[in-house]
């Protein structure tokens, strides 16, 4: 069954994306609540030419590690576009560690957690 935002939000534990870039495995799957800042955005040219439906990332650089995580955009209401600098709370799964590869065909492997909600934080 799907769940609305309110009980999908619900679901979600705080955590804190260094957790997630040190052991992605274990919260593959998991529902997660994590606030980050927005230090790129990318698309997946694979998952482009493959017709996936979900092919932006969001690149946050974790502060005080200087390593990075991926927020996969699978937004499914709400605001859905986040810029450079954007410090944003994500709600979604962990999926692990992942490969995307942009449209000159660079490489980037990082945790990554795919996003149903997102609330911009007015805080930045």
Known sequence: TRLSREEYVAKCESVEAENVWRDPEAYKDKFVKITVTVSGITDDADGFYSDDDYTKYYI???????????????IQSGQSNFT?????TFYGEGDGTVTIYDFDYNSLTAPCVNAAYAELQKDK
């Open 84 to 88: 450079t600098g954007d410090k944003v």
């Open 60 to 74: 946050c650089r974790i502060e005080g590690l200087g390593k990075d995580i991926l927020i996969r955009n699978c």
